[in-house]
């Protein structure tokens, strides 16, 4: 099986992602696109989305891109910037995109919009990429 069947295969099943009821779009090499529906227990005290769900699509669409390589990668650092509000009902779509790679480390941009384009969060995030490599 190669590495990106692996990595579709590996969210399916991933708890996070299903307790959010996220759903993988799109996963290529450096790349990935997530999709999110907004719901009554992603919403804040102000009744619009929490920052920790907008978090939480950036960061699976992050996951999935910095692992599209066969390589271990994990956080090192997000930098997320909050552009405009959702609430529930609103389909949000992330793209993680790589723009550097070396071998140990790896910079995405990452962007969250609603599925009109309206963009909601933007994210520039670095992995560290570990010598081991993914298994089936």
Known sequence: MDIIES?????????FCKLLGFKIKEI?????????VIDERMLN?????HGGALFA?????????SNSHGTIAVAL????????AT??????????????KTKRTATYL????????????SCQALVYRKREKFKD
């Open 45 to 49: 005290i102000h009744g619009i989305t």
């Open 57 to 65: 699509l950036l960061d699976e669409a992050f996951e999935l891109a």
């Open 110 to 121: 990452i962007s969250v919009k609603k599925e009109d384009g309206t963009l909601v969060a």
């Open 77 to 84: 650092n997000m930098n997320v910037t909050f552009h405009s």
């Open 7 to 15: 990595l579709k295969n590996r969210a399916k099943d991933e708890p």
């Open 87 to 100: 609430t529930k009902g609103d389909i949000l779509i992330s793209e993680a995109k790589e723009i550097h």
């Open 28 to 36: 290529g090499m450096g790349y990935a696109r997530v999709e999110g």
